[in-house]
C-alpha cells in the first residue's frame, strides 16, 4: 500500500442521500466515468439493498469502470451483505463490501437497543461473512467520534482481525474537531495492535463547516483514505469536498507530513473543474458561485490592487495556478454549422458519452439552439444535453408552449405535450407566466406538484445566452417531511420555456421514481 493518500469518493452514495439530489442510471453512469477521469481511488457506487435502481447502478458501474475499486453499502447483515458482494461482482478483485455498523452510546441505546459485545460480534460477523465473498473489505463504525475511545479500538482490533483491509472512523454527525479527530485516529494508530494491517479511512460530515479541516488533520495522524463527495454534497450539510482536501494536500504538502514536492494523491487535478460541473449538473446541486476551488469566483480578482498584483506576478494574490485545477481550458464556440462529428467530439471532451440515438436528440435540439443564438458554448452544449436526454427519455414530452403575460395582462399558458404520440392541450392563468406553464402541465399530467425552489442562470455570455432553469418540486402529500423534493432541469433561449421544460423534467423524473418504487 502506497503512503499517498487514497480519496474514496462517495458522491453516488451519500452524494446522492441529498435532498434533490437523486440521479438516474444514466447520470450516475456519467459522474463514475468522470471521476474515473479524475483518477478516485474507489468509488462508492450505491447501497445495493435499499432498492432495484440502486443495485442496478452499482452493478452497471462496477462493469463499466476499469481503473477505480468499486464499493457497494451494506449494514451488518447477511441479505444487504450478499447484494452487495452480488452487485459489486462485475469489478472482480476491484470491488469492494463496505460494511457499516454503529458504535457509539446513543446509538448503541436508542437506535439499535443492543449491548457493547452484540455490537462487537455483529461486526465480527458481517466482516467475517463479506470477507468469505470479496478480499476488500471496509468497515465503518458509524458515529465512531462519539465513541467511547477504548471500546472503539476494540471493535477496530476485532474486525481487522476478522478481514476488513480498510477501517473507516466516521464523524457522522459532523461534531468532532480537528485537535479532536487527529486524537482519536493518534490513538488507533498507538492502541490497536493491528492496526497496521489496514488502512484507516475517515469519513467527515460538514455540519459545523470542519469536514475538510478534521480530514485532514487525520491525515496528519496517519489516516491514509479520505471519504467525501465532490463539491461536498451530501445529507444535510455535506460531505468533505474532495476537491478541497486534495488541494490543500497538493498546495501544502508539507503540511499533512509530505515531503515537499511529493505528490500526496493519485488525482489528475486538472480534471477537478471539469468533474464539479459534471456533479453539478447530473445531480442538479448549484455550486455556490464563491466555493472554493470549482466556484466561478474562485479565481476572480475584482479589486484593482490583486489584479495589479496578479499581473506583476501571479502568486502575489494566487496560491493556485488555475490551470492545474482544470480552469481556462476554454475552446472556440461551436455555431448552427458545425457538424455532427464536431459536436459529438466536443461532447466527449466535456465528457459526455452518448450513444447514437442519444446523440441525434442532442444534435436536433443542438440545430434549433443555433438557429436562435450565434454560438453555442461549452455550458450551452451541457445544458443541451441534460435537457434533451432528460425530455427524450420522459414519458411527457414537451410540444408548445404560449403564454400572454405583461404588467395589463392576467397572465394565461397554453401548453401542449405528447405522450405515446397522442397531443394533449390545456390552459391555465397563474400569478405569472411561469406559474401558468407549471398549472397547465399538472392540468394535463395530474401531477399536482408544488414548487419549492426555482433557480435561472445563463449558461454562456451575451443577450442571446441560454437560460437554464433548475428546480425542486414537491409531489403528493407535501405535509409528508419524509417525502424528498424532486429536481429538474430545462434549457432554451427562452426562460418561461426553460422553465417549463425543467417542471416537465421534475415531473417526469417522479413518475420514473414511482415506477422504480424509489
Ligand atoms: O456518515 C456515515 O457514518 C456514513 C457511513 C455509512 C460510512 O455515511
Ligand atoms: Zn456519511
Same mark, same amino acid.
Given at each position: 500500500?502506497?503512503?499517498k493518500v487514497?480519496?474514496?469518493?462517495?458522491t453516488l452514495?451519500?452524494g446522492?442521500?441529498?435532498?434533490?439530489?437523486?440521479?438516474?442510471?444514466?447520470?450516475k453512469l456519467?459522474?463514475a466515468?468522470q471521476?474515473e477521469?479524475?483518477g478516485?481511488?474507489v468509488?462508492?457506487?450505491g447501497?445495493?439493498c435499499?432498492?432495484d435502481?440502486d443495485?442496478?447502478a452499482?452493478y452497471t458501474?462496477?462493469r463499466?469502470i476499469?481503473n477505480?475499486?468499486i464499493a457497494?453499502?451494506?449494514?451488518?447483515?447477511e441479505?444487504?451483505?450478499?447484494?452487495a458482494?452480488?452487485?459489486v461482482a462485475?469489478a472482480?478483485?476491484?470491488?469492494r463490501?463496505h460494511v457499516?455498523?454503529?458504535?457509539s452510546p446513543l446509538?448503541?441505546?436508542?437506535k439499535?437497543?443492543?449491548?457493547k459485545?452484540?455490537?462487537l460480534?455483529?461486526a465480527?460477523?458481517?466482516?467475517k461473512?463479506?470477507?468469505s465473498?470479496?478480499?476488500d473489505?471496509e468497515f465503518?463504525a458509524?458515529?465512531a467520534?462519539?465513541t467511547?475511545h477504548d471500546?472503539?479500538?476494540?471493535?477496530v482490533?476485532?474486525v481487522i482481525a476478522a478481514?476488513?483491509t480498510?477501517?473507516n472512523?466516521p464523524?457522522?454527525?459532523g461534531?468532532?474537531t480537528?485537535?479532536?479527530y487527529?486524537?482519536?485516529?493518534?490513538y488507533l494508530?498507538?492502541?490497536?495492535k493491528?492496526?497496521?494491517d489496514?488502512?484507516?479511512?475517515?469519513?467527515?460530515?460538514?455540519?459545523?463547516g470542519?469536514?475538510v479541516?478534521n480530514?485532514?488533520?487525520?491525515?496528519?495522524a496517519?489516516?491514509?483514505q479520505v471519504e467525501g463527495?465532490?463539491n461536498?454534497?451530501g445529507?444535510?450539510?455535506?460531505?468533505?469536498?474532495?476537491e478541497?482536501?486534495?488541494?490543500?494536500?497538493?498546495?501544502?504538502?508539507e503540511?499533512?507530513?509530505?515531503?515537499?514536492?511529493?505528490?500526496?494523491?493519485?488525482?489528475?487535478?486538472?480534471?477537478?473543474?471539469k468533474?464539479?460541473?459534471?456533479?453539478?449538473r447530473?445531480?442538479?446541486?448549484?455550486?455556490q458561485?464563491?466555493?472554493?476551488i470549482?466556484?466561478?469566483?474562485?479565481?476572480a480578482?475584482?479589486?484593482g490592487?490583486?489584479?495589479?498584483?496578479i499581473l506583476?506576478?501571479r502568486e502575489?494574490?494566487?496560491i493556485i495556478?488555475?490551470v492545474?485545477?482544470?480552469?481556462g481550458?476554454?475552446?472556440?464556440?461551436?455555431?448552427k454549422h458545425?457538424?455532427r462529428?464536431?459536436?459529438k467530439?466536443?461532447?466527449?471532451?466535456?465528457?459526455?458519452?452518448l450513444?447514437?440515438?442519444?446523440l =441525434?436528440h442532442?444534435?436536433e435540439?443542438?440545430?434549433k439552439v443555433?438557429?436562435s443564438?450565434?454560438?453555442v458554448?461549452?455550458?450551452?452544449?451541457?445544458?443541451?444535453v441534460d435537457d434533451s436526454?432528460?425530455t427524450?427519455?420522459?414519458?411527457?414530452q414537451?410540444?408548445s408552449?404560449q403564454?400572454i403575460?405583461g404588467?395589463?395582462a392576467?397572465? =394565461?399558458?397554453?401548453v401542449?405535450?405528447?405522450?405515446?404520440?397522442?397531443e394533449?392541450?390545456?390552459?391555465?392563468?397563474?400569478n405569472g407566466?411561469?406559474?401558468?406553464c407549471?398549472k397547465a402541465?399538472?392540468?394535463?399530467?395530474?401531477?399536482?406538484?408544488e414548487?419549492?425552489?426555482?433557480?435561472v442562470?445563463a449558461?454562456?455570455?451575451g443577450?442571446?445566452?441560454?437560460?437554464?432553469?433548475?428546480?425542486?418540486?414537491h409531489?403528493?402529500?407535501c405535509?409528508?417531511c419524509?417525502?424528498?423534493?424532486?429536481?429538474?432541469?430545462?434549457?432554451?433561449t427562452d426562460?418561461?420555456?426553460a422553465s417549463a421544460r425543467a417542471?416537465?423534467?421534475?415531473v417526469?423524473?417522479?413518475?420514473?421514481?414511482?415506477?422504480l418504487?424509489?
Amino acid at each position: 500500500m502506497s503512503d499517498k493518500v487514497q480519496f474514496f469518493d462517495t458522491t453516488l452514495r451519500d452524494g446522492e442521500q441529498c435532498p434533490g439530489a437523486s440521479m438516474n442510471l444514466r447520470q450516475k453512469l456519467e459522474v463514475a466515468r468522470q471521476l474515473e477521469k479524475l483518477g478516485v481511488d474507489v468509488i462508492e457506487a450505491g447501497f445495493p439493498c435499499i432498492s432495484d435502481g440502486d443495485f442496478d447502478a452499482v452493478y452497471t458501474i462496477a462493469r463499466t469502470i476499469k481503473n477505480c475499486r468499486i464499493a457497494g453499502l451494506a449494514r451488518c447483515v447477511e441479505n444487504d451483505i450478499r447484494k452487495a458482494a452480488a452487485a459489486v461482482a462485475p469489478a472482480g478483485d476491484r470491488g469492494r463490501i463496505h460494511v457499516f455498523l454503529a458504535t457509539s452510546p446513543l446509538h448503541r441505546e436508542f437506535k439499535l437497543k443492543k449491548s457493547k459485545e452484540e455490537i462487537l460480534q455483529m461486526a465480527v460477523e458481517g466482516v467475517k461473512l463479506a470477507k468469505s465473498l470479496v478480499s476488500d473489505v471496509e468497515f465503518s463504525a458509524e458515529d465512531a467520534s462519539r465513541t467511547e475511545h477504548d471500546y472503539l479500538a476494540q471493535v477496530v482490533e476485532a474486525v481487522i482481525a476478522a478481514g476488513a483491509t480498510t477501517v473507516n472512523i466516521p464523524d457522522t454527525v459532523g461534531f468532532t474537531t480537528p485537535s479532536e479527530y487527529y486524537t482519536i485516529i493518534k490513538y488507533l494508530k498507538d492502541n490497536v495492535k493491528n492496526i497496521d494491517d489496514a488502512v484507516i479511512s475517515v469519513h467527515c460530515h460538514n455540519d459545523i463547516g470542519m469536514a475538510v479541516a478534521n480530514s485532514l488533520a487525520a491525515v496528519q495522524a496517519g489516516a491514509r483514505q479520505v471519504e467525501g463527495t465532490i463539491n461536498g454534497i451530501g445529507e444535510r450539510a455535506g460531505n468533505t469536498a474532495i476537491e478541497e482536501c486534495a488541494m490543500a494536500l497538493s498546495t501544502r504538502p508539507e503540511a499533512f507530513g509530505f515531503a515537499p514536492g511529493e505528490k500526496p494523491h493519485n488525482l489528475n487535478t486538472r480534471e477537478i473543474v471539469k468533474t464539479s460541473r459534471v456533479v453539478s449538473r447530473m445531480s442538479g446541486m448549484v455550486v455556490q458561485r464563491s466555493k472554493a476551488i470549482v466556484g466561478e469566483n474562485a479565481f476572480a480578482h475584482s479589486s484593482g490592487i490583486h489584479q495589479h498584483g496578479i499581473l506583476a506576478k501571479r502568486e502575489t494574490y494566487e496560491i493556485i495556478d488555475p490551470v492545474e485545477v482544470g480552469w481556462g481550458e476554454t475552446e472556440l464556440p461551436l455555431t448552427k454549422h458545425s457538424g455532427r462529428a464536431a459536436v459529438k467530439a466536443r461532447l466527449e471532451k466535456l465528457g459526455h458519452t452518448l450513444s447514437n440515438d442519444e446523440l =441525434t436528440h442532442v444534435f436536433e435540439r443542438f440545430k434549433k439552439v443555433g438557429d436562435s443564438k450565434k454560438f453555442v458554448y461549452d455550458d450551452d452544449l451541457s445544458s443541451i444535453v441534460d435537457d434533451s436526454l432528460s425530455t427524450s427519455n420522459g414519458v411527457w414530452q414537451l410540444k408548445s408552449i404560449q403564454f400572454i403575460a405583461g404588467s395589463a395582462a392576467l397572465p =394565461t399558458a397554453t401548453v401542449t405535450l405528447v405522450k405515446d404520440d397522442e397531443e394533449y392541450t390545456d390552459c391555465a392563468i397563474g400569478n405569472g407566466p411561469v406559474n401558468a406553464c407549471f398549472k397547465a402541465i399538472d392540468r394535463i399530467t395530474q401531477a399536482a406538484g408544488e414548487l419549492v425552489d426555482y433557480n435561472v442562470r445563463a449558461t454562456s455570455i451575451g443577450q442571446d445566452a441560454l437560460g437554464e432553469v433548475s428546480v425542486k418540486v414537491h409531489f403528493g402529500d407535501c405535509d409528508d417531511c419524509n417525502a424528498k423534493p424532486v429536481s429538474g432541469k430545462g434549457a432554451a433561449t427562452d426562460v418561461i420555456e426553460a422553465s417549463a421544460r425543467a417542471y416537465l423534467n421534475a415531473v417526469n423524473r417522479n413518475i420514473t421514481f414511482n415506477q422504480l418504487g424509489i
